[in-house]
């Protein structure tokens, strides 16, 4: 069983900054691919950041160059660092991964971007 929690989320001015976190049980970030989504009302969810274990990245093309994902192993933690937020940015994100065959997920955090 793998949980995931989320936190970080908030309400901030169009240009600030949040840096969302994602705790893991276990080691599990270390060794599989952590991947960040957002979903926004009436729409669906969207990938928005991936880092795989060897430490690759992706990124949505809407948030290049504003948004950094990173993992501490020794704390099992993913972060998203948002920077230049958008109000366009403003969802529920979740972190998200898949083991053994099964996708979990986090509870979600809500972001909100608005002056």
């Known amino acids: 069983q793998v949980q995931l929690v989320e936190s970080g989320g908030g309400l901030v001015q169009p240009g600030g900054s949040l840096r969302l976190s994602c705790a893991a049980s276990g080691s599990i970030i270390s060794r599989n691919a952590m991947r960040w989504y957002r979903q926004a009302p009436g729409k669906q969810r969207d990938l928005v950041a991936a880092?795989?274990?060897?430490?690759?990245?992706y990124y949505r093309d809407s948030v290049k160059g504003r948004f950094t994902i990173s993992r501490d192993n020794a704390k099992n933690t993913v972060y998203l660092q948002m920077n230049s937020l958008k109000p366009e940015d403003t969802a529920v994100y979740y972190c998200s991964t898949t083991f053994e065959l099964q996708t979990y997920w986090g509870q979600g955090t809500q972001v909100t971007v608005s002056s």
């Open positions: 880092i795989t274990s060897g430490g690759d990245t």
